[in-house]
């Protein structure tokens, strides 16, 4: 009997935040589930980041994943977006530390690398393989809950 | 009857956040309290906001203060620092969201502006006033809690 792996992979963000779950069976990844949190930009800071961490946790609640990928954060370049970024991070982290769940973090080359071959795979190519991979009949939408679902994909290949 | 105020001034940060608590009376401060928290950098950043949430859950029980003040943070230029303290921020927020606590936000350079009276003031001159504002026998330490004490101080004339 095999243990069942249902991944939660979270692409984190303060404006929008993308969910997409995974259930592994071998090497393969079967959808479950994908949305996209939009935080209101007329609300507080701390509003915000109460929807993102309500939302988790309603996700948790619904989906009971296993494990959890998230991407690791390299990439901003501009600082204040990277705080605003870090502060949802933050919240996110915390919460899924709660759940006392696993979290395995990756790198946005090791996502592209693990879904598309190539390290360098730019974002259409990594949307298409996600649709491909999961059977899809069109590409999951927004973009945020889609390359979550990358970020659930490789992180099952990872727990394997 | 006056309504009491008590202040706690936050400065966030990853590796340490200074807390600094003081009761307003009239125009002048009264110091109550002040630390610093240190997060363990064996810990997984998830375990170090853990610590973060966890001490300032613990001082808002034991010093129940009815205002809080945080920095905004503008000047962090690099993104990688910028991130993580967004991450400690975030899960600050979150937490004084939590607690129903009003939030004072203010720039560094009116904190300067609040306690040296100068929006260029070094970070000495403010810690010179602190100690001297807060009648206390030495310079208030670590400069997080300092800072922590300086902001409260701040916020504390802000709300009045």
Redesign the interface.
Known sequence: MSIKKRILGIDPGFDRTGFGIVDMKGSGAIWVHHECVQTHPAD????R??TV?DRLQNVLTLYTPTHVAVEQ??F????????????????I??T???AKLP?IEMTPNQVKQGIAGWGRADKKQVQQMVQMLLKLKSKPTPDDASDALAIAIVGGLMVR
Not at 44 to 47: D, E, G, K, L
Not at 76 to 85: E, G, W, Y
Request: hydrophobic letters at 55%; aromatic letters at 6%.
């Open positions: 507080t800071f701390s509003a980041l109460q961490r954060l390299f901003q370049t501009n600082a204040k977006t990277a705080m605003k970024v870090g502060m949802a991070r933050g919240v982290l915390l899924l530390a709660d979290i």
